[in-house]
T-cell receptor, first 112, second 113 residues
Framework: DQQVKQNSPSLSVQEGRISILNCDYT??????FLWYKKYPAEGPTFLIS?????DKNEDGRFTVFLNKSAKHLSLHIVPSQPGDSAVYFC???????????FGQGTRLTINP | SQTIHQWPATLVQPVGSPLSLECTVE??????LYWYRQAAGRGLQLLFY??????ISSEVPQNLSASRPQDRQFILSSKKLLLSDSGFYLC????????????FGSGTQLSVL
C-alpha cells in the first residue's frame, strides 16, 4: 500500500524555468509534509516542509503547495538551476507518529 | 551542532556472509533513530526505527535485524546476506517531538554478490 506517490519518475526542465514536482497521498491522517533532495551516493537533505494548517510555504526559490481536499502537494523551484538536478522525495507523517513515509522519488534534470 | 556518522560508505559482500552497519549521532540525546533502504530505482523504504535504547520496531519482515545498544548508536545486522539485500542503506535521526524532520547520514552502498 503506497500511501505517498510520486507518479513522475523523471522531469526535465530548462535552466531558468520553473520546475514543478508533484506528490499525492492517500492517508487523510497525514498532517505534516516534507520535501527532500538527494544526490547520487549521498543521504537526502531536507528542503522544505509544510503543516496541514497551511496551504503554502516559501523558502527562497522553493515553494511547497498543499491541497488537502485533493490530497496533493507540489514543490515549485523558481528559477531552476543546474545544481537542482537531483532526485526529489516527498514525505508525510501523521501527528504524533514516529516515522515518515516517503514517495518513490522524481529525478529532476535541469538542462542548460 | 548535531552530526550523524554512518559507515562504511561502500561494502561488497558475498551471499551468505554476515552484515553489520553502524550509525552514531552526536550532539543530541535520546533521538529517534531510523534505518531506511533505497533499492535500485525505488523510493526510501523504512526498515527499522527506535525510540530508545533496546526498543526496536520493525516495519518490513526480512532478513535483517537492528539493535540500539547505546542512546546514540544504531546497528543494522544480518546473519546471512541475500542477493535481494543489495541497496543503499541510510541511517537517520529525528528529535522526539511531533512534526520534526529527519536528518540522514551519508549512506552505505551494499552490493551482495
Amino acid at each position: 500500500d503506497q500511501q505517498v506517490k510520486q507518479n513522475s519518475p523523471s522531469l526535465s526542465v530548462q535552466e531558468g524555468r520553473i520546475s514543478i514536482l508533484n506528490c499525492d497521498y492517500t492517508n487523510s491522517m497525514f498532517d505534516y509534509f516534507l520535501w527532500y533532495k538527494k544526490y547520487p551516493a549521498e543521504g537526502p537533505t531536507f528542503l522544505i516542509s509544510i503543516s496541514s494548517i497551511k496551504d503554502k510555504n516559501e523558502d527562497g526559490r522553493f515553494t511547497v503547495f498543499l491541497n488537502k481536499s485533493a490530497k496533493h502537494l507540489s514543490l515549485h523551484i523558481v528559477p531552476s538551476q543546474p545544481g537542482d538536478s537531483a532526485v526529489y522525495f516527498c514525505a508525510a507523517s501523521e501527528w504524533g507518529a514516529q516515522k515518515l513515509v516517503f514517495g518513490q522519488g522524481t529525478r529532476l534534470t535541469i538542462n542548460p | 551542532s548535531q552530526t550523524i556518522h554512518q559507515w562504511p560508505a561502500t561494502l561488497v559482500q558475498p551471499v551468505g556472509s554476515p552484515l553489520s552497519l553502524e550509525c552514531t549521532v552526536e550532539g543530541t540525546s535520546n533521538p529517534n533513530l531510523y534505518w531506511y533502504r533505497q533499492a535500485a530505482g525505488r523510493g526510501l523504504q523504512l526498515l527499522f526505527y527506535s525510540v530508545g535504547i533496546g526498543q526496536i520496531s520493525s516495519e518490513v519482515p526480512q532478513n535483517l535485524s537492528a539493535s540500539r545498544p547505546q542512546d546514540r548508536q544504531f546497528i543494522l545486522s544480518s546473519k546471512k546476506l541475500l542477493l535481494s539485500d543489495s541497496g543503499f542503506y541510510l541511517c537517520a535521526w529525528r528529535r522526539t517531538v511531533t512534526n520534526e524532520k529527519l536528518f540522514f547520514g551519508s549512506g552505505t552502498q551494499l552490493s551482495v554478490l
